[in-house]
Nanobody
Framework: QVQLVESGGGLVQAGGSLRLSCAAS????????MSWFRQAPGKEREFVGT????????GYADSVKGRFTISRDNAKNTVYLQMNSLKPEDTAVYYC???????????WGQGTQVTVSS
């Protein structure tokens, strides 16, 4: 079955960096647009960024633009989220999402906790 497994979360001080990974299995990874979302306590899940099947055309939420970078390695079936200049408001559970080109398939990972201390 399809699995998306996030890793790399943890506790970091404000201004620090983390790199999240999302390893996919059970699907043809290169056929899926990959995205990152996050959900802070008491808030709705929100979009962070996305990357196309080929790795081009990354898009970001305004709140992370210039600080976060999405990349992917289709040979490793993995998408990454490099997070720099972290702020306490970046504290959330981060989820990766895989969406098929046709939109018929939509998968989520279980999430990884990121906590940024001030």
């Amino acid at each position: 079955q399809v699995q998306l497994v996030e890793s790399g979360g943890g506790l970091v001080q404000a201004g620090g960096s983390l790199r999240l990974s999302c390893a996919a299995s059970g699907l043809t990874f290169s056929r899926y647009t990959m995205s990152w979302f996050r959900q802070a306590p008491g808030k709705e899940r929100e979009f962070v960024g996305t990357i196309s099947r080929s790795g081009g055309n990354p898009g970001y939420a305004d709140s992370v633009k210039g600080r976060f970078t999405i990349s992917r390695d289709n040979a490793k079936n993995t998408v990454y989220l490099q997070m720099n200049s972290l702020k306490p408001e970046d504290t959330a559970v981060y989820y990766c999402r895989a969406q098929s080109y046709t939109g018929g398939y939509d998968y989520w990972g279980q999430g990884t906790q990121v906590t940024v201390s001030s």
